[in-house]
Nanobody, 125 residues
Framework: HVQLVESGGDSVQAGGSLRLSCVASVPAGYGGMTYCMGWFRQVPGEEREEVALINDAGRTSYAVSVKGRFTISKDNDKDIVYLEMNALNADDTAMYIC?????????????????WGRGTQVTVS
């Protein structure tokens, strides 16, 4: 199975920046399972929010709440996805979780992502 490990979370002041990384360990035979990768965030007691998605072709999508502040990028050769976060505010405080899935026709659909990391905590004060 694909394993995803996030890093880069930290406590920062409002207005600050962070860069999150998610490294995928992909066993032989699972190469297509990182075609779509994305970042999600979870606050206790609230629904998980889709933050940003990217596919191997470089197409991206963003939540309205982060558009213009966050940038997702992907190193296809290394199976790493990044999330550059700028102009952070308290509403961005959450556990940030990486996930991946295969190409299923059309745009990436997180409902069909089978692989999820454990997350990295971002706290903005």
């Amino acid at each position: 199975h694909v394993q995803l490990v996030e890093s880069g979370g930290d406590s920062v002041q409002a207005g600050g920046s962070l860069r999150l990384s998610c490294v995928a360990s992909v066993p032989a035979g699972y190469g297509g399972m990182t075609y779509c990768m994305g970042w999600f965030r979870q606050v206790p007691g609230e629904e998980r929010e889709e933050v940003a998605l990217i596919n191997d072709a470089g197409r991206t999508s963003y939540a309205v709440s982060v558009k213009g502040r966050f940038t997702i990028s992907k190193d296809n050769d290394k199976d790493i996805v990044y999330l550059e976060m700028n102009a952070l505010n308290a509403d961005d405080t959450a556990m940030y979780i990486c996930a991946s899935g295969a190409y299923g026709g059309g745009w990436c659909d997180a409902d069909y992502f089978p692989y999820w990391g454990r997350g990295t905590q971002v706290t903005v004060s």
